[in-house]
């Protein structure tokens, strides 16, 4: 399978929905709206939807059941992104090439933008159309993965590895791995399990593709890690705690511990193989 | 009824929900944990609550169906508030006569606890136990609700309130309803059909209480606007805009509308509309 391909064939449904969710630029108040827009539009790679497509094609369905969680995975993601640069946490000036939302549209706005694309990110699972069950289920996957638990806890302690410049040691490399589990690779486990359900998953079934997207999670965060080997400011690094070489070599053992919980999934689950080996190696 | 009795009997169903759903403070990333707790507990009036348990008890329920809906919303409330103590927002060092959460935390802190807030109001909706069809319903409602439509857009047209310095005039008048309706009325409904909605309320009777929601809202912020009559900061005041007596008497009119919607429920609407009226007259 060709992976650009598969972006950008499966993308333009993402993209659709989220230009019908996102409010007018046009109205009021279109600050706000537009600070909305300015991360989604253009976006990154989109790789958290174009998992959850993958996991529904995986489980036999069109890639079109899995568009609610697709948007529900890329909102999170951008919100978190947009606090993230925020003056009092990362103090970015620029993403994707492009002046951070409180840059363009004052810190106040972006504040207000990331809380209104979280509320969002509910309002596009909750779709007409979904059974209510479906819903329910991903609602509760979501908000955990949105929580203290996962992404914001994981953003606290990251924050607190900045600060602290710890000493590279044993231990601080598992803090490392519970960093990138929590702020990580949780919504990109839910990115695949919110895919999978909405194409009929059993439960049994989300379990293990939970596990694997953990797996995948952490080991395309290392591989960030890699890429960004030269950046001074990243203390929370595998490859800085480790050296590439074990950091490496550790990614590429979950990215097989993912790869074989597909094992019995046949040819159906070839794209979303092909997106995990992707997130894992790219560039390296 | 007695309303001090009414918050005495109903609150602590919610205060033991929310417990239960907050994360503890002795539990690692504490200082997150803690952060989140800080202005639930103790909290405020639990005005919120109270009418969401009021209107359960209103279609006849037990006000116990109605706690997953009251602690979302008093969860959903919280957050904004910390997010408009925040710097770049309000700038409020004290809140209820204790230190705002970025005052107590520092600012990354507390934008992240009202982040973890806001996710931890959609699982509280999404409580076991629920009917599917009532989380997704719920959900649709809150994710509304938080958004960009209501609570965040009225936010962002209240800082600029602040920092136009707008001369008072009819049309302001106008804009200061539109964004009382939004910033507060509209989580005030939702309170109310949330706590409805559990007891089994019929679309055709949400509708009607929705309205009477966003009506009490509107004049709760109105009598919130007489009581900080001497605040030189707060430009976004129907008192101000309209005067005094013609403010309270819109106050007035808009509550007797709200209790029109209730007239036929009779004696189990009686807490409701008792809150209603509590709401508008508080301290005047």
Request: aromatic share 4%.
């Amino acid at each position: 399978m060709d992976v650009p391909g598969y972006f950008a064939e499966r993308i333009p449904l993402v993209d659709e929905r989220l230009e019908a969710l996102l409010p007018s630029a046009d109205a009021p108040p279109t600050e706000l709206h537009a600070a909305m827009r300015h991360l989604i539009f253009p976006g990154g790679k989109r790789f958290r939807p174009a998992l959850a497509f993958a996991a529904a094609e995986a489980m036999g369905a069109r890639p079109e059941v899995a568009i609610p969680a697709a948007a529900a995975v890329e909102l999170i993601h951008t919100y978190s992104l947009v606090h993230d640069d925020l003056p009092c946490m990362d103090d970015d000036v620029e993403r994707r090439g492009r002046p951070t939302v409180h840059i363009a549209f004052g810190e106040a706005v972006a504040v207000l933008a990331g809380d209104a694309l979280q509320a969002l990110a509910f309002e596009a699972l909750a779709a007409p159309g979904i059974s209510a069950e479906h819903v329910a289920a991903g609602v509760r996957e979501l908000a955990a993965t949105a929580g203290a638990a996962f992404l914001v806890g994981g953003q606290v302690d990251d924050l607190d590895f900045s600060r602290a410049a710890t000493e590279p040691d044993a231990a601080y490399a598992h803090r490392i791995e519970s960093v990138h589990q929590r702020k990580s690779a949780a919504l990109i486990a839910a990115s695949i399990t919110g895919g999978a359900r909405l194409a009929g998953a059993s439960d049994r079934r989300l379990a293990e593709l939970r596990l694997s997207g953990l797996e995948i999670g952490v080991a395309f965060q290392i591989a960030d890690d890699w890429l960004d080997r030269e950046d001074p400011d990243d203390a929370c690094s595998l490859v800085r705690a480790i050296g590439a070489e074990l950091a490496l070599e550790r990614a590429e053992a979950l990215l097989g511990k993912a790869l074989s919980r597909l094992e019995d999934l046949g040819e159906a689950a070839e794209p979303l193989r092909e997106l995990m080996r992707f997130a894992v190696r790219r560039n390296t």
